[in-house]
């Protein structure tokens, strides 16, 4: 058995392995003849296929637009915003936020730009070579 190499120490049959290849080249041979009957209309030009489809109309015609729109209408004609007659509301968002101007309602507790300090195991001063 060592002295086999490649598809032969597989146990590969190589007759079986002609026929398939015959089969398929005889699929391929019988696709080649058959395709222009069945699919052969894809290698015409859509414009072939629709001419019949469509009247013929004069290019050079000018041919008005299917509908015509009007001119635009300023938005305010339609709207009218008149001044609120009263103040405007207090909310939360002043008060609570990293924007606070309350330091007790900030929400960085730990300064603006607070940085990790690595790892549990930097942190713990555990040698790499501990860890799984």
Not at 86 to 105: E, L, Y
Request: with cysteine; hydrophobic share 30%; aromatic share 12%.
């Amino acid at each position: 058995m060592a002295d086999k190499i490649g598809k032969a120490a597989a146990g590969c049959n190589f007759v079986a392995q002609d026929q398939i290849w015959k089969d398929h080249v005889h699929h391929e041979q019988t696709a080649t003849k058959t395709w222009p009957g069945s699919w052969g209309f894809l290698t015409t030009k859509y414009e072939d296929l629709v001419k019949d489809d469509f009247p013929e109309w004069d290019k050079d015609k000018k041919t008005q637009p299917l509908f015509q729109m009007k001119p635009v209408t300023p938005i305010e004609e339609y709207i009218k915003v008149e001044p609120s007659p009263k103040p405007f509301p207090k909310t939360t968002a002043r008060d609570i936020g990293w924007r606070s101007t309350n330091p007790t309602n900030k929400l960085e507790k730990y300064g603006k730009y607070a940085k990790p300090k690595g790892g549990l195991i930097r942190q713990l001063n555990w040698p790499t070579e501990a860890i799984n």
